[in-house]
């Protein structure tokens, strides 16, 4: 990975996700006494920012890397090169059966080394977890020739298969949607009513939920707009805002965010908080009814599947991978047509048998489909598939 696994974000969160899974995997298998228990990752990444490499339960190697998202060329062309050696150093040190790249900057990284005859001996699987039409045409035209030696692609969404598909990719495609952390697996009934009682809510309090991190994809301009729009319209709600601050800029951007939702309802209106971890996020979407996403852009919309493992309606935008994911057309809006979002919170606020039956539609929606387990053993179905082609094993 071209950055620190404890560094906040959906590559990160979803490469711990996974691996986690894969260790729990195995751990099952040597319960039940197989003779091959199965996966041990290892991660590969720059320096960690808070944690250390025995807090997980995976092994994490680090290297040292200059802070990637620097805009100075020069430094980034350092950074290339950095990463380059330490890929090559760390991956002959590992002796991986398997290479499987997380995220595109560490796919070219890898497909400028690989030429090397002790890289190209290993097998690599890449994860696209952007959308295709987000690359620069020549950024696609090095990721089509280095995907030509990988055994497999792994998309998140159909959609952005279908979008890498009319690039004529030299490789096969998997979709294998994305999963959220094992803090959303178990659904306790009982959280709901201690979260409404814990921040002064009811049964009948109509509860909108915002959360993520801040970044211009997520379109929070956009969020103070929908939410006088309802007040307009006559909707009686409360709102429920969790925002992620990573750099000194992002706290100012939180205070217009807030200030914004706070003259269309008020300082009683708005429950207010920052920064969560995973479990403090899983409870909070106990108190959520309706869980609303902004976004311009989303490669996959893993706070929709949060919201919809706590029982949450979810209404968004038809953003990138979000139509595939929230799979309910009178759900979807764009910030051109926010009449469509104000008629159907409106309808929601307004007939409980509705709200009920849209809550447990994407409950059920992600039982069906985005569990981890069900995401890690699609992984590991892939991985057993590669190996055994490339050395030639039956299995």
Known sequence: MEYPIDLPGGGQ?????????????????????ADEAGYEPVVICPSLLKKRPEDYPFKVV??????????????RLINLFTRMLSFARLINREKPE??????????????????????????????DRGLCYGYRSHTRFLMRRILKHAGEMICTT?????????????????VIPNTIGEAFSHYDPEKRELMRKRFGLSEKDFVLGFAGRISEEKDWDLAPVL???????????????????YEKKDALICEGIRKGITEAVGEEGLIYMQDLSQSEISDYYYMVDVFVMTSVFESFGKAAVEAMSRRCAVVSTKAGGLREVVAKEENLYTKETPELFVNRIKRLSEDEEELSSDREFFYRRYLENYTLRTHVKKHALLYDRIINAFYGRKG
């Not at 790249?101 to 994860?127: A, D, K, N």
């Not at 939410?227 to 601050?245: I, M, N, P, T």
């Open 62 to 75: 680090e290297y040292k890397a200059l802070e990637n998202r620097e805009d100075v060329l020069f430094k």
């Open 13 to 33: 969160m979803s490469t711990e996700t996974l691996c986690r899974g894969l260790v729990s995997l195995s751990g099952e298998g040597k319960e039940e006494g």
């Open 227 to 245: 939410v006088r729009a309802l007040k307009e319209a006559g909707v009686v709600f409360k709102v429920a805002l969790v925002l992620s601050v």
């Open 158 to 174: 159909g959609f952005n298969r279908d979008l890498w598909l009319k690039e004529r990719p030299p490789v096969s495609i998997t």
């Open 98 to 127: 398997l290479i499987h790249v997380s995220m595109s900057e560490s796919l070219l990284t890898f497909g400028f080394i690989r030429w090397l005859p002790f890289l190209s001996r290993y097998p690599f699987v890449y994860t």
